[in-house]
T-cell receptor
Framework: ETGVTQTPRHLVMGMTNKKSLKCEQH?????MYWYKQSAKKPLELMFV???????ENNSVPSRFSPECPNSSHLFLHLHTLQPEDSALYLC???????????FGPGTRLTVL | KQEVTQIPAALSVPEGENLVLNCSFT??????LQWFRQDPGKGLTSLLL?????REQTSGRLNASLDKSSGRSTLYIAASQPGDSATYLC?????????????FGGGTRVLVKP
């Protein structure tokens, strides 16, 4: 079992739906991250949480809403998404903010 | 704004040949540089992390060098195997700023033919 898990692994949603992505890390880390990986574009950082406090919001549209209830869990709430939001969404964690990041397997999101 | 480039975008080699993957970055004010591996549809696996004060890191058949002044890093994979087929990504961490805002290159897709 990987140290960082993500659910669901695949998600198909309409533009009017509301869904949430979940990430859980079992490594005792203090920092967690959301990334977006689109086809033919480099991996993009979306949000960074350190000790449950958001320390980075990389100009992400408000239709993406992160939540970090504790240091082990990270959510990404989705609403009124666009087809161009279809991508692989990756969660990662690290012990401290400058340490090696460990990634989950990702959620493949398709917006119809 | 930091920009990270990886050339070539794709590489195909016969099994047993050494692999050389290149990464260049525009801003030399970095804290560290990491190399990752990504299998199709999967997450990233960290391979090597080089601190800005280091020149290279080694792990098994993998060796990564860092030349901060010229903005370059090279990942060497010795005696390649079909299992090395994957996309390899490099990412740089900034010297300044909050969080750990890694900037990623576009990756090099590697195919090792048996």
């Amino acid at each position: 079992e990987t140290g960082v898990t993500q659910t669901p692994r695949h998600l198909v949603m309409g533009m009017t739906n509301k869904k949430s992505l979940k990430c859980e890390q079992h490594l005792g880390h203090n920092a967690m991250y959301w990334y977006k990986q689109s086809a033919k574009k480099p991996l993009e950082l979306m949000f960074v949480y350190s000790l449950e406090e958001r320390v980075e919001n990389n100009s992400v549209p408000s239709r993406f809403s992160p939540e970090c209830p504790n240091s082990s869990h990270l959510f990404l709430h989705l609403h009124t998404l666009q087809p161009e939001d279809s991508a692989l969404y990756l969660c990662a964690s690290s012990q401290e903010r400058r340490d090696t990041q460990y990634f989950g397997p990702g959620t493949r999101l398709t917006v119809l | 704004k930091q920009e990270v480039t990886q050339i070539p975008a794709a590489l195909s080699v016969p099994e047993g040949e050494n692999l050389v993957l290149n990464c260049s970055f525009t801003d030399s004010a970095i804290y560290n540089l990491q190399w990752f591996r990504q299998d199709p549809g999967k997450g990233l696996t960290s391979l090597l992390l080089i601190q800005s004060s280091q020149r290279e890191q080694t792990s098994g058949r993998l060796n990564a060098s860092l030349d901060k002044s010229s903005g370059r890093s090279t990942l060497y994979i010795a005696a390649s195997q079909p299992g090395d087929s994957a996309t390899y990504l490099c990412a740089v961490g900034p010297l300044e700023g909050a969080g750990n805002k890694l900037t990623f290159g576009g990756g090099t897709r590697v195919l090792v033919k048996p």
